[in-house]
């Protein structure tokens, strides 16, 4: 399952909207072959198996995902594992879609293939964070993206935050955006650094052969103040822009410049609610929505426990307590409204260090 988890891994950048899954077809001790996922529309990882592997009678299949057994963009998977005739099916976690999850799992166990469930499943789930997510809860995994200084700053009071952290920390962000469906910012950031917020890899970067997928971006302008002019409009990739506002004029300008202009309902002040927004996003295939914001948005995301993960890049440097926060929380009166993260992964790039933490855990 190990091997079937690293060729699943293949389709990191590539797989979206659907999962990243690998599969392995093993028989006395000798694997016959393997595959993976690449993208959305081309074979499943249990087909591509099969066609490394050629016949695979009473092998053992191990796959990261249980086989699908709807008819999607592909014919079922659990036809063609049945037809190969295996004698076991060894599979990381179920399907997480309610509706059908347990259905290809039932398929296989009525044709006589002995099943067994749950083998590297934490694993496995952790490879598909935003896809599980939308599956489960019909929202996508929201991680924040957050670069302060040691003394947990992220801008200077006047708005300036080029740059905290340094080169080798910025180009793992490039990683990180390769990743995502999407990119989530504000209008607020744009209009104060005038980002691209776009992805400058390369094939060589991602060791990817097919063309690069660029996450579409996705900015939160409550009332339409960015006129399109903006630097972010001129670069290459898909721009959604969620607002509550109706202005046509003001849309259209946007529309001109190739954004999607999304009107969806106000919270009770005013804004964007994102509750509405992130479902909305899910609804259109997002999985994993990687954020880059300011002290504003990334503290309302947490306070409405619709944050993930914070990925924080702290820099050994100290801006001193005129320059703004990271988390925009209201203030606090007692330890126990705290927010607790739990941290995964710590690492150092260049000077700096990146803390992996997840959020809504004890
Ligand atoms: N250190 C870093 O990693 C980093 C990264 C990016 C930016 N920055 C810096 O951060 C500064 C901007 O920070 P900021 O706090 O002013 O802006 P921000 O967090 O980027 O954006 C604030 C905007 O988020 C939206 N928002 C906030 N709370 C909301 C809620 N409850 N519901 C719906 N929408 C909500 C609002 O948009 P609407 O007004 O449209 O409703 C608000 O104007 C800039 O100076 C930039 O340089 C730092």
Redesign the pocket.
């Known amino acids: 399952m190990a091997e079937a988890l690293r060729q699943a891994r293949k389709g990191f950048y590539s797989a979206h909207p659907n999962p990243r899954v690998g599969c392995v077809i093993v028989r006395d001790d000798v694997m016959l072959g393997a595959g993976w996922h690449e993208f959305t529309g081309g074979p499943h990882a249990e087909v591509n198996a099969l066609a490394a592997a050629g016949d695979s009678a009473g092998a053992d299949f191990y796959v990261t995902l249980e086989p699908c057994s709807h008819h999607g963009r592909t014919p079922p998977c659990v036809d063609a594992v049945i037809a190969a005739r295996p004698a076991r099916v060894i599979v990381a976690m179920q399907d997480p879609n309610p509706e059908i999850s347990g259905r290809g799992l039932e398929r296989l166990r009525d044709s006589g293939i002995e099943v067994v469930v749950g083998v590297l499943e934490a694993e496995a789930r952790g490879l598909n964070p935003g896809f599980v997510k939308r599956m489960e809860q019909r929202l996508p995994f929201v991680s924040i993206?957050?670069?302060?200084s040691l003394d947990g700053r992220?801008?200077l009071a006047n708005?300036?935050?080029?740059w905290?952290t340094g080169e080798p920390a910025r180009r793992d962000v490039q990683f990180l955006r390769a990743r995502c469906s999407a990119i989530l910012?504000?209008?607020?950031?744009v209009l104060?650094?005038n980002p691209s917020l776009n992805l400058r890899l390369s094939n060589q970067d991602l060791e990817q052969a097919r063309k690069l997928r660029h996450p579409v971006r996705v900015l939160?302008?409550?009332?339409l103040?960015l006129s399109g002019n903006e630097k972010i409009f001129s670069t290459q990739g898909e721009i959604w822009v969620y607002t509550c506002s109706a202005d046509a004029a003001l849309k259209a300008s946007l529309s001109e410049r190739g954004a999607q202009v999304i009107e969806i309902d106000a919270?009770d002040?005013g804004?964007?609610?994102?509750p509405a927004m992130l479902q909305d996003m899910a609804r259109r295939g997002i999985n994993e929505v990687h954020t880059?914001?300011?002290?504003?948005?990334?503290?309302?995301l947490i306070e409405?426990q619709l944050a993930d993960q914070i990925l924080l890049?702290q820099a050994p440097c100290l801006l001193g307590d005129q320059a703004?926060g990271?988390f925009?929380l209201g203030e606090l009166t007692s330890m126990e409204q705290r927010t607790n993260c739990r941290i995964c992964d710590i690492r150092q790039l260049g000077k700096d260090l990146r803390l992996t933490m997840n959020l809504n855990q004890d």
Do not use: F, H, P
């Open positions: 993206k957050m670069a302060l992220s801008a708005g300036v935050s080029k905290i910012s504000t209008a607020q950031t104060a650094d939160v302008d409550s009332k103040r919270d002040t804004r964007v609610s994102l880059e914001c300011g002290a504003g948005l990334a503290g309302a409405r890049y703004r990271g925009e």
